[in-house]
């Protein structure tokens, strides 16, 4: 028996490279992915003249060696076996194919590497049309590799790139140069390109990684990849998956309602049975965030795992906001206290970004959440359950096109999410399907917070507006009567049935002004007691005022009079305890607290504090702080209002601001 070795066709590398990479896009982000895999802390994408392509990196560059063997073996484990970097970040590639995306980009590639701390690098080319002759194999086609002695990378980045912020190479670096590009870049594929990129790295430390891209064709349109924050949210739930407590924590943040609106109108609300618990108490409302643990079995109901699923899902986090993308039309501003926003950027932004995106170490796993690319299936939940959030509890779905999401998994903690060959999603297994059951759990705790306060406000409103109704058919019933009145001095008398309708009406109308009466009347008695307890206030701080003037003074002239008799100093050997002069200075401090806090008091009854004007906030503060310099003093606080522009104004009255600043 011979035994004899597989051999390997040279369009292998085409199977892997042009026709797998299924775009120019996807191809860039793989080997931008190399360069964030080499600790660089810039990459530079440059097109120049539609010709050549640059990807440029100051990563640790590379050495001979690891270019012949790790670069040059198609498929290697390097990263699977390191999955950190010498800088400790977790490596974005792990297929090592990355550098067959080179293939899909264009016909030739020049390489220029330098290792960190080398002065001299590497120069490596190939032509991928050596791979389409007739019966070549993988092990026949060749690379050029040769010795560059004092590279200097930044004298090979294109003059193009030279207005952006200076690449430094000092810890090595890769010029890659892409050449007979095998695209037509057009402005709107740059375009593309450039958004794809916006989202490509979310959550990494600030300057610890950037993105430029430059195109000569289009030398003022793009540059610095700006990351996409977007605070302009109805909701927005934050989940973290913990794999050892197979616990799920939220953090919910309510930012739909004006909750001092809310409170104004529909404070009664809270009384309901479904809003006087945590979290819909308005104590919770006004603080706007709560957070809260749950189960596993509280997200996905009926939940059983008998092949140990959840062991397998790793930890993860899921950043999820909610945004009305049209305004409320105007019998919805009448039911539902909202906040005032603007819908038509509201709608752009989301159709632009929206969706629910997933990455991997901080590199966004196409094509999820990609131009509307719904794969949680939430058009087919709502579409089975379409009413609005205040029609019914319980039957509240949010809609896909209203959601922006950001799903952060590992290689490291995530190792059954593995990727497909095509470097185009993630494998469907059963752990990923538990996965996307508990991803629907979570945006479930939002739909059920919408819906519970929602459903309270319509259901609020339905009672306030049945009142309304009642009061109007009585209202127009007697204008019937005053009719038939007219109507019967000409012979025409009302009927039986009319005048039982009629006095029903009146009826339930008498009811309802009954029960508002009676409202009003408990009203009154709060106000005539406040009122009472006011008068009382007023009374004391009459007599208080002549008391303020004696506090500064009496110890003052008390010291005056005793000094001609005892001088300080013939005490200075008698105990602080039983030293007129100790206690004299004791009780000036407390005389200087008291007429503080008598003067605080006395505020509110000046005429001034209660008319409303053009407060000057740096004359208010300068104010406030003279009032309360001894106090402030004594605890250590510093009160500065220093550099306070003059021209910063307010128009209203003094005591609004005395109450939030000073109780």
């Known amino acids: 028996m011979s035994k004899i070795p597989f051999n390997v066709s040279a369009r292998t590398a085409r199977l892997i490279g042009r026709e797998n990479v299924s775009n120019a896009d996807g191809a860039i982000i793989e080997l931008v992915k190399n360069g964030y895999d080499a600790d660089s802390n810039q990459v530079a994408v440059i097109f120049v003249e539609n010709k050549d392509l640059y990807i440029i990196d100051n990563g640790h560059g590379m050495e001979d060696s690891i270019i012949k063997t790790t670069w040059m073996t198609i498929g290697t484990n ?48 190939i032509n991928w049309d050596d791979f389409e002759e007739e019966g070549a194999v993988v092990s026949g086609v060749n690379a050029n590799l040769e010795n560059v002695k004092n590279l200097n990378l930044s004298d090979l980045i294109p003059s193009v790139y030279s207005r952006h912020k200076k690449i430094d190479f000092f810890q090595g670096g890769t010029i890659l140069k892409i050449s007979d590009l095998r695209d037509v870049w057009s402005e709107d594929s740059f375009k593309e390109l450039y958004q794809n990129m916006e989202s490509l790295v979310p959550g990494i430390e600030e300057n610890s990684f950037s993105i430029t891209m430059v195109a000569s064709s289009y030398p003022e349109k793009f540059g610095l990849v700006k990351p996409l924050i977007n605070d302009d949210f109805d909701y927005k739930v934050s989940a973290t998956y913990n794999s050892n407590t197979k616990k799920i ?22 009384l309901d049975p479904l809003m006087k618990s945590f ?106 359950s379409p009413g609005g959030p205040g029609q019914r509890l319980g039957g509240y779905k949010i809609r896909p096109n209203q959601v922006a ?62 009142k309304e109704k009642i009061k109007n058919e009585a209202r127009e019933a007697i204008k019937q009567i005053s009719q038939r009145k007219k109507e019967s001095k000409s012979g025409k008398l009302l009927s039986e049935e009319d005048f039982q ?49 004696i506090l500064l003074v009496r110890n003052k002239e008390l010291r005056n009079l005793i000094e001609p ?99």
């Open 405 to 466: 999401g950001v799903i952060n998994i590992s290689r490291v903690h995530n190792i059954s999410f593995q990727d497909k060959s095509s470097r185009e999603g993630i494998q469907e297994n059963n752990v990923f399907t538990l996965f996307k059951q508990l991803l629907l759990g979570i945006i479930g705790t939002l739909e059920k917070d919408r819906n519970t306060i929602f459903f309270s406000l319509s259901e609020y409103y339905n009672k306030i507006d049945e």
């Open 279 to 384: 979290p819909f108490d308005l104590k919770t409302f006004k603080k706007g965030k709560f957070s809260k643990d749950y189960e596993v079995t509280d997200l996905i109901k009926g939940f059983i795992d008998p092949n140990n699923l959840l062991e397998k899902v790793g930890d993860f986090s899921f950043i999820l906001s909610f945004a009305k993308n049209a305004a409320p039309n105007k019998e919805d501003l009448r039911k539902y206290p909202y906040k005032n926003a603007e819908y038509k950027s509201r709608a752009e932004w989301l159709k632009k970004f929206g969706g629910i995106k997933i990455f991997r170490d901080n590199f966004r796993i196409r094509p999820y959440g990609e131009n509307g690319e719904d794969w949680l299936k939430l058009g087919e939940r709502q579409a089975q």
């Open 249 to 270: 924590s939220i953090v919910t943040d309510r930012n739909e309602f004006d909750v001092l609106d809310f409170e104004k109108r529909f404070s009664d609300v809270f």
């Open 78 to 125: 390097n990263k699977e076996v390191e999955p950190y970097s010498p800088n400790k970040r977790i490596r974005a590639g792990a297929k090592g194919i990355g550098r067959f995306a080179l293939d899909r980009l264009g016909k030739k590639v020049e390489m220029f590497t330098l290792p960190k701390g080398s002065k001299n690098g590497f120069a490596w080319s």
């Open 565 to 663: 008799y005892i001088k300080e100093e013939d005490l200075k050997d008698v105990k602080k305890a039983f030293n007129p002069y100790v206690l004299l200075s004791e009780m000036e401090k407390t005389d200087r607290d008291l007429h503080e806090w008598i003067s605080y008091a006395l505020t509110p009854l000046k005429r001034d504090k209660r008319s409303e004007k053009v407060i000057s906030l740096k004359d208010y503060f300068e104010s406030l702080n003279g009032m309360w310099q001894h106090l402030l003093v004594e605890r250590q606080i510093k009160f500065s209002v220093e550099d306070f522009p003059d021209t910063f104004s307010v128009k209203g009255f003094s005591i609004d601001l005395d109450t939030i600043l000073i109780t």
């Open 501 to 549: 309708e009629v006095a029903a009406k009146v009826t339930s109308a008498f009811t309802v002004l009954e029960e508002e009466i009676e409202d009003k009347h408990e009203e009154i008695k709060i106000l005539r007691s406040l009122a009472s307890a006011g008068l009382i206030t007023a009374a004391v701080a009459h007599e208080l005022r002549g008391f303020k003037n």
